[in-house]
């Protein structure tokens, strides 16, 4: 067995043979080796290791977590209900039951405080988790800050991300409950891969909405998802009347992950044998993803660093919230004092720029109406790289979180951010996802401000996954063809003005 440790390293290339021994005979493999020999470790790669860990690293506390955090459960101000979208009453379970299978709306709901993750997710999770955190050494000697920077990778799932985390245990609890169809949309296609994966180990079939702007851009996702049995559908689509109404309208429609929700709803609804399942937004998914943050907090006492300034991406929120909640939690209890800071797309700037408001999750309305931070269900964002950010609203639960005032928001176009990832692939090697990249673009901000200062912050960032299937990207940036998509003040007003009128609650 591997072991279920992670301690802070330099992706430092070995030879194939290299391997960390522990004492019974357990070996780890990989390029990630320990920063100093501890006592009960004997290391050999027959030639050069460089061991990278405290002496007084506690590797067993270092493991995948066993349970998942509830926020909810800590907040004295509790987020508001979701409501019915025709009544507007606070939404029953039974409302829920066509959509989800019967555990997952128990966990949408909870304010239990932790809850147990179930072997059978514990086994798969065990195929990449812990994931590692990493110090960017290089790129802090590249911008010359005195801040450390680390950040938490959730590039080495199967999928390429941190989807897998909450795509798992949805495909076990629709497998347990005898669900044989998902269906979901997806917009950068990394949830899409991940739902595909995790179906494919459950034995579900799988079917998948991806945004047109992003099944055009990113033709191997598509091949992942299919790869993985999953079939897939660009979005808007002719299968579904939400589709061909959007189509109607605008035939060459880029799409947006409200249409795509609106059409994967919509198939859910219309077959008793079909469940939804959706990537990012719900309370269940965010609680999910909080194994993220569990683990880092796990190895960031290992090596003795509190983070002064933790940063993440926002489109939905899952990413962000796996890693931030339960340092909030550790923030609550005044352990720590972090500053937590969400960074969203200029183009699609739901938390900066949208209101606090009841709104659908989708574009057709067929989902329950939620408070959160929305530029309008019918708003369609120019098709940025990002596209797992192209999402009209941010998750309530992070939505209620940033008007408690536990965090702070900021928006970045995106020639910077890509200016950024280019930065980071040169000195740490690693391609970023298009996603991350707004991360990566405020934490060099962030230590650049440090460098004016003198400051020797420690800086905590998601970096939620790769861009091997993202090149494309990357090719519009070099060769000078990337603009900065802004979101017109218009479109907004006008899309604003069709959110609900909500005053009961």
């Not at 559908?233 to 060459?252: A, N, V």
């Not at 004092?337 to 720029?353: D, G």
């Not at 990337?482 to 009128?501: G, T, Y």
Request: with cysteine; charged share 20%.
């Amino acid at each position: 067995m591997a072991i279920q440790a992670t301690i802070i390293a330099d992706p430092v290339p070995i030879s194939s043979s290299s391997r960390i021994s522990i004492r019974g005979g357990e070996q780890c493999f990989g390029s990630f080796v320990l920063k100093t020999r501890p006592r009960n470790l004997r290391l050999s790669n027959g030639g050069r290791v460089r061991a990278r860990a405290s002496l007084n690293a506690d590797l067993k506390a270092v493991g995948i977590p066993h349970q998942w955090y509830n926020l909810v459960a800590d907040l004295s101000v509790k987020p508001p209900p979701p409501l019915h979208p025709k009544t507007f009453e606070p939404v029953k379970p039974e409302d829920l039951s066509p959509l989800f299978p019967d555990e997952l709306i128990k966990q949408e709901a909870s304010t239990d405080k932790f809850i147990d993750i179930p072997e059978e997710v514990l086994d798969i999770y065990s195929l990449w988790r812990p994931t590692p955190l990493i110090r960017a050494k290089r790129l802090e000697k590249l911008l010359n800050t005195p801040a450390r920077i680390y950040y938490k990778y959730e590039g080495v799932s199967p999928a390429g991300s941190h989807k897998p985390n909450t795509a798992v245990p949805q495909a076990f609890y629709n497998a347990q409950q005898g669900i044989k169809n998902v269906v979901t949309e997806t917009g950068a296609g990394q949830w899409g891969c991940s739902l595909a994966f995790a179906c494919s180990l459950f034995g579900l079939d799988c079917e998948v909405w991806q945004v047109r702007a992003s099944y055009d851009q990113k033709p191997y996702r598509r091949l992942m998802m299919e790869t993985w049995g999953a079939k897939v559908h660009p979005s808007p689509s002719s299968i579904t009347e939400t589709g061909r109404k959007i189509l109607q309208m605008d035939p060459s429609s880029p799409g947006s992950l409200g249409i795509a929700i609106s059409e994967a709803v919509e198939v859910a609804a219309a077959n008793a044998d079909t469940k939804y399942c959706l990537g990012s937004v719900l309370n269940h998914v965010l609680l999910h993803q909080t194994v993220i943050g569990e683990e880092c907090i796990k190895q960031m006492e290992a090596i003795g660093e509190t983070p002064d300034v933790i940063i993440g991406c926002t489109g939905g929120g899952s990413n962000f919230a796996g890693l931030s909640f339960p340092f909030i939690r550790e923030k609550l209890n005044g352990k720590i004092n972090p500053v937590i800071k969400a960074v969203e797309p200029a183009a699609c700037p739901s938390l900066t720029k949208g209101v606090y408001a009841y709104d659908y999750g989708d574009t057709a309305g067929m989902t329950p109406l939620m408070k959160m931070h929305t530029l309008g269900h019918d708003f369609i964002p120019d098709p940025i790289h990002s596209g797992g950010l192209r999402y009209h609203g941010m998750a309530p639960l992070i939505s209620h979180v940033y008007e408690l005032g536990f965090m702070e928001a900021m928006a970045i176009p995106q020639i910077e951010c890509f200016q950024g990832a280019i930065q980071f692939a040169r000195s740490e090697g690693l391609i970023p996802a298009p996603e991350p990249t707004h991360a990566i673009a405020a934490t060099i901000r962030e230590a650049l401000h440090c460098k004016e200062t003198g400051e020797a912050k420690v800086i905590l960032m998601a970096m939620c996954g790769h861009g091997h299937f993202d090149l494309k990207s990357y090719e519009k940036f070099l060769q000078g063809e990337m603009v900065d998509l802004s979101f017109d003040e218009e479109r907004i007003r006008a899309s604003l003005a069709k959110v609900p009128q909500v005053t009961r609650i």
